[in-house]
């Protein structure tokens, strides 16, 4: 096994672990509302966010143990995401990692809740982050304020994603859409650990911005390559949704050239960061490669 | 005009022009999800929590406009879970405040995205506030993720209150889920004020329990008495859900009753606090005599 398939492993059982400790029990009331949370939190995701914060560790000299809240944070963030852009009213997926959605094994009300829930969890998991200063407690929970809500995250990613559908949106606005809807996340994990070591944060943030893109790039390259038996996910959605995507306007081999380029732009980031850079560049690779 | 009509006139200026401030622009894109943030927020309420939040100030000795953004930010998280609970997978609601609710007005797509952009927004508000101190803003915002959440705040609550549909709950049932589901983020505004004063919260906090129990006492009795029409909502909307509620147990007299005993409990409570607590009282009375 490699350096970074042996990196992976040990990111997602600590953040696994973490997850575990954080959330509520599922003994405890609203019983209903805990094992939705659990549930899609645990539904074989791939942890790649989390994996980040680790590896902002890595670059950034902070122990792997002191990151463990923000990796948990992290990923409830994301659960949160994915449970109600799978809602019937947003994307209408019935699958999620080869696993009934969220609503599709509870109900919608249950799944809105608790999307609402992690949300408000997340936040909690950080500021009641011991090992943390105060100051940086409050920087890391207003990135993730930043990251997660509109005009500069997520939500408004998800909005335009939305209203985007059918219109044939250009290269530019495609690339607006990841960059808040995937990408704000994906950027403040990977710059994590530098806010903690309370240190730069703009080479790592340019580093995070290329893998974003890469991420999108071939999240795209997927949904027409392969199978929704391999992706554990409804594939070809996009086309079905007439949504623009890197393929639709570049073609496959395009993309896949766009691809190494980005990739070439992200390693180059890392070029100027002193510490152990050695698992943001695996990530890179594993996403030029990867096959889910 | 007595001096609790004119605190309220004033508070609800206050906290309009913060949250006018604060709030995305409508010509910032996603021009569509904030534009169902501002409808939302601005769809009529009648600014109960941060006239508590203003009431605290009072009574804690905090000037007003250091509470603006405190404000703000309990009255987007309420709006968050209007919104949310008003969604076809939930309470299925047309009118709200006499307005079109946020989903009927826009779409559901839209609505649940303006619900969590507005609950991340109500961290960010706390956090970015400069006329905090960094212990001050890490504890008011820990105490909205726990006024906000699951266990022990609004999404626990409202989950409860779907749960116990037609389950003939009893009474500590009911007082268990609106503790919770508005209870909550009701003691947080009442004791915001001692948060930032750095004094002790125990009997504001006891006050703040008490007022959130009457506040759904006497909801409940209006939902019996009054006709959509003088609601601006949807009236008998808990019978026909064949919801518990206070008048379905204890009749309407017996919850005219229990209202006026929980008002002496929650002006008790007040006794200990040294500082002006007139519009705290004023609050009491107002909620007892309440029409809509």
Redesign the interface.
């Known amino acids: 096994m490699t350096g970074i398939d042996e990196f992976l492993i040990n990111s997602a059982r600590s953040v696994d672990q973490a997850l575990d400790r954080l959330l ?1 029990s599922e003994d ?3 019983v ?3 094992s939705a ?1 659990r549930w899609s939190t645990f539904a074989g995701g791939k942890r790649f966010r989390p994996a980040l914060v680790y590896a902002s560790g890595r670059a950034f000299g902070v122990a792997s143990e002191r990151l463990d809240r923000i990796a948990a944070a992290v990923e409830m963030m994301h659960t ?1 995401s994915l449970i ?1 852009d799978d ?1 019937p ?2 994307d209408d997926d019935d699958l999620r990692r080869g696993q009934p959605t969220c609503h599709r094994k509870f ?4 799944a ?2 608790a ?3 992690l ?3 997340a ?2 998991v950080i ?2 982050d011991e090992s943390l200063s ?2 940086v ?2 920087r890391l ?2 990135g993730l ?2 990251a ?4 500069s ?1 997520m ?2 990613g ?3 994603d ?2 985007s559908e059918g219109t044939g949106a250009t290269l530019d606005e495609i690339e607006t859409i990841h960059s808040l809807k995937t990408g704000a996340l994906i950027r403040y994990s990977s710059a994590s650990a530098a806010v903690v070591a309370e240190t730069d944060t703009a080479a790592i943030s340019k580093f995070g911005d290329r893998l974003g893109l890469l991420f999108q790039i071939t999240d795209d390259l997927l949904d027409v390559t392969r199978t929704s038996d391999e992706l554990g996910k409804t594939a070809g959605k996009d086309e079905a949704a007439n949504k623009a995507t890197y393929p639709s306007i570049l073609g496959i081999d395009g993309t896949r050239r766009l691809a190494a380029d980005v990739c070439r732009e992200a390693l180059d980031a890392l070029d100027s960061i002193d510490g152990d850079t050695e698992m943001f560049r695996g990530l890179c690779t594993k996403l030029v490669n990867r096959r889910s």
Request: proline letters at 8%; a negative charge.
């Open positions: 509520p405890l009331p609203p209903r509302l805990h949370m949160f109600h809602l009213a947003m109900d919608e009300a249950t809105i809740l999307g609402d829930g949300q408000s969890l936040f909690k500021l009641d105060d100051r407690k409050l929970a207003r304020a930043d997660s809500g509109s005009p995250g939500v408004a998800q909005q335009l939305l209203d």
